[in-house]
């Protein structure tokens, strides 16, 4: 994989990191205001805040996990095993790459993976 490639998935992947980041900081700020917002109020309430709390941390989980994703790619760029399917080795599509840069799995790889999924 040529270096100008790598740069630039480098570079979108700084982005993704950087959106993700914004989200978490803004899903952290709503989840603040509502916790100030419950008071004293009756259980409907209470478990209806409780449920929205639940939400947020539902959110966060899955933008952590695609952060956790995002910084594991840019270490795969920096030890040189970006583009490489993590389960047989092969090269990843470019293509697939540019849809999805923390991508992991080339796509024939990723299509067993799910089959194999439990639905």
């Known amino acids: 994989m040529d270096k100008r490639f790598k740069n630039k998935m480098q570079k979108k992947l700084l982005e993704l990191k950087a959106e993700v980041l914004e989200s978490l900081i803004a899903e952290n700020n709503d989840f603040r205001a509502a916790v100030e917002d419950i008071g004293v109020k009756d259980l409907a309430d209470v ?10 941390e539902a959110v966060g989980a899955k933008d952590k996990a695609r952060l956790e994703r995002i910084e594991a790619a840019l270490g795969r760029i920096e030890n040189g095993r970006f583009g ?3 389960a047989c080795g092969a090269k990843i599509n470019r293509a697939r790459l540019e849809a999805i840069p923390y991508s992991v799995l080339c796509i024939s790889c990723q299509t067993s993976s799910e089959r194999r999924r439990p639905r």
């Open 47 to 56: 478990a209806s805040n409780d449920i929205d709390a639940r939400t947020l």
């Open 84 to 86: 490489l399917c993590a």
